[in-house]
């Protein structure tokens, strides 16, 4: 099989399978670098490639709402429903609407203006004092905390139900 350009999978719309990665490792990377001895067969490539299934909502899902297997629904294979298995939706979703990555979410851990422990750590050294979320967070995202006691807005991660930790 020839080489087939990024631009070219781009165009098909789709996916490409491990096999065709493979291949379009040195290909151009825009259209213009390409040149017409490149013979890309755009034809093969969405033969080739593998389409996404679409993930459908069963029923009106609201906003906020964290993602279970009969929430959602889908015309192939069930697991095309697995990435969006315990995900938060961002917005609300009515039922028979498909649902994109763009929709979904970490789920929240933290609220906007839920008092938090905040901990310190640095060594042997542990200080932990409670604060107020400025921000909404998931696992892992950075948010805004003010230390009740010294009103200090300080910047800390989220790593677990109501629970920060800053460096």
């Known amino acids: 099989m020839k080489r087939l350009a990024p631009y070219a999978l781009a165009l098909a719309g789709a996916f490409v399978t491990g096999a065709i990665a493979a ?61 969006f298995i315990g995900m938060e939706l961002k917005r609300s979703v009515y039922a028979g609407k498909v649902i994109t990555a763009n929709d979904i979410g970490m789920p929240t851990l933290i609220e906007r203006n839920a008092i938090v422990l905040l901990e310190f750590e640095r060594g042997a050294l542990l200080i932990t004092t409670e604060g107020r979320a400025l921000d909404a967070g998931a696992k892992g995202e950075t948010v805004r905390v003010m230390n009740l006691a010294s009103k200090i807005i300080l910047t800390a991660e989220v790593v677990g139900p109501n629970k920060v930790k800053t460096r």
């Not at 459908?56 to 889908?74: E, N, P, V």
């Open 23 to 83: 291949e379009t490792a040195d290909a151009p990377v825009n259209p213009a670098e390409a040149s017409a001895s490149d013979d890309l067969p755009i034809i093969a490539t969405v033969a080739a490639v593998k389409k996404l299934q679409p993930v459908k909502a069963a029923q009106h899902l609201r906003a906020g709402a964290i993602l279970h297997s009969s929430d959602l629904a889908t015309d192939g294979d069930a697991a095309a429903l697995d990435p």
